[in-house]
């Protein structure tokens, strides 16, 4: 099975702050990585897939890049409507398997 | 707009049977893959089975592969999972997601399970 290592854990950043999330994958998984947004509460949703797309309706603050088998989620300006947890999802063999969460708070 | 909507959660003893159901709209259903997607209380997020658009091809993984099973009906736009032989560390909330190209585009706003005696 693929691991998907995700860090840190949890994190806390101020308004407007770049925040960055990674996740590194056990092998090469090419480009088969998505990330996800669970706001409290509530449903996760889709904020980046193909490693590097956004997703429609999703703020331009959000990024995905990747570097072999290491991928991240950036966050240009963090606001308020940000806070939650963070997944990625490795869809390149099965069984599919995310990564264990960020937790993201505002400072 | 596309709606999944999930229905069929409740509080199961162990070692019983569960089925739940997630009626699809707003887009063509044969054309996607469907898949289940849990998330224990407090925990993060598994994987739990995909089907492809014809239904012909599903996919488990081993915490459930025997026990659960993926289906759908591409007339009724639904999907279901049956569940068998549950065990307490099935308890959690189920999401119906589409799959769209490796990733899920859309979530329904889930299902809780809950295995106790």
């Known amino acids: 099975d693929i691991q998907m290592t995700q860090s840190p854990a949890s994190l806390s950043a101020s308004l407007e702050e770049i925040v960055t999330i990674t996740c590194q994958a056990s092998q090469d998984i090419g480009n088969w990585l998505s990330w996800y947004q669970q706001k409290p509460g509530k449903s996760p949703q889709l904020l980046i897939y193909g490693a590097t797309s956004l997703a429609d309706g999703v703020p331009s603050r959000f990024s995905g890049s990747r570097s072999g088998t290491q991928y991240s989620l950036k966050i240009s300006r963090l606001q308020v409507e940000d806070i939650g947890i963070y997944y990625c999802?490795?869809?390149?063999?099965?069984?599919?398997?995310f990564g264990s969460g960020t937790k993201l708070e505002i400072k | 707009e596309v709606q999944l909507v999930e229905t069929g959660g409740g509080l199961v003893q162990p070692g019983r049977s569960l089925k739940l159901s997630c009626v699809a709209s707003g887009f063509t259903f044969n054309n996607y893959w469907m898949s289940w997607t849990r998330q224990a209380p407090g925990k993060g997020l598994e994987w739990v089975a995909s089907i492809t658009n014809s239904g012909g091809s599903t996919y488990y993984p081993d915490s459930v592969k025997g026990r659960f099973t993926i289906s759908r009906d591409n007339a009724q736009n639904t999907l279901y999972l049956q569940m068998n032989s549950l065990r307490s560390e099935d308890t959690a909330t189920y999401y119906c997601t589409r799959g769209t190209e490796g990733h899920f585009d859309y979530w329904g706003q889930g299902v809780m399970v809950t295995v106790s005696s």
């Open positions: 999802l490795q869809a390149y063999s099965a069984p599919l398997t």
